[in-house]
Structures are given as structure tokens and as C-alpha cells.
């Protein structure tokens, strides 16, 4: 008799410029559901999930929070920066108690004030465990 896999829905936020990296999430999910039979991981990204035409207010992030909401789980992607929506999704899935993973892209170095000040954002939003910590002499 077939096992019924319940799906785990994992919410994949991050800012406009990650696009490629929330595509190798989904292709990484995906490869993982068919090599553990008993896992059944069901990516979830606002661009593919909400409907065209669908939104029914005159801010796009009221119709993506539901589906953060109704997730297990949160994939939160960073690299240069991280705007005022992905921002609010992490703080909401904090505050919903959901386990967040983070994931940072490496290689950006800041070449311009608005950079570094965007970049600080990143670093200084997240808890003090996901930063660099200088050891003691």
C-alpha cells in the first residue's frame, strides 16, 4: 500500500536580485523529493504560486504573505541587500515561530556607500548568531 506523504511546504524569500539562486533552490528541493521516497517538499515562491491578476489589493506582499503563512518552513536567501518585503517576510516567520534557514551568498563586496549601507542592513538584521564572531586574544 502507497505511503501518503503529507507536503512540507517551504517559503523561499529573498530580494529581486537572487532570482537564479531561488531557481536552484527549487530544482535542489525538487531532486531531493525523489531521492527520499518518504519526503514529498513543495517549494514555494510568490512569482510562479500567486495568480496572475490575482492581487487583490494595491500592495503585492498582502497576497503573498498567505503563503508564508501557511508554510513550514522559510528559505531565506541573502546576498547585497535585503528589501523592506523580505525583510517583513523573515521577521513574520520569526514571530510565527517557524524555522528559518539562511542561506548567504558569497562574493559581494561593496563598491559604492549605498552599497555598504544596503549590505549593513543585511548583516545587522539578522540575530548575532548568523554573524561573524572576532575571537579574543
Known amino acids: 500500500m502507497p505511503v501518503t506523504r503529507q507536503p512540507v511546504k517551504i517559503f523561499i524569500a529573498s530580494s ?9 533552490c527549487e530544482l535542489l528541493l525538487g531532486r531531493i523529493g525523489k531521492e527520499h521516497d518518504h519526503l514529498h517538499l513543495e517549494p514555494m515562491r510568490w512569482e510562479k504560486d500567486l495568480e496572475s491578476g490575482s492581487v487583490p489589493t494595491n500592495r503585492i506582499q498582502d ?7 501557511e508554510s513550514n518552513f522559510v528559505f531565506l536567501l541573502c546576498y547585497s541587500r ?10 513574520r516567520a520569526l514571530a510565527a515561530g517557524k524555522k528559518v534557514f ?3 551568498k558569497t562574493e559581494f563586496s561593496p563598491a559604492t556607500n549605498r552599497e555598504k549601507k544596503a549590505f549593513s542592513k543585511v548583516i545587522d538584521t539578522l540575530p548575532e548568531d548568523f554573524r561573524v564572531k572576532k575571537q579574543k586574544d
Request: hydrophobic share 35%; proline share 7%; charged share 30%.
Open 63 to 69: 497576497a503573498i504573505t498567505p503563503f508564508l503563512d
Open 82 to 91: 535585503i528589501g523592506p518585503y523580505t525583510l517583513e517576510e523573515y521577521r
Open 102 to 104: 539562511v542561506y548567504f
Open 16 to 24: 529581486g536580485d537572487l532570482v537564479h539562486e531561488r531557481d536552484r
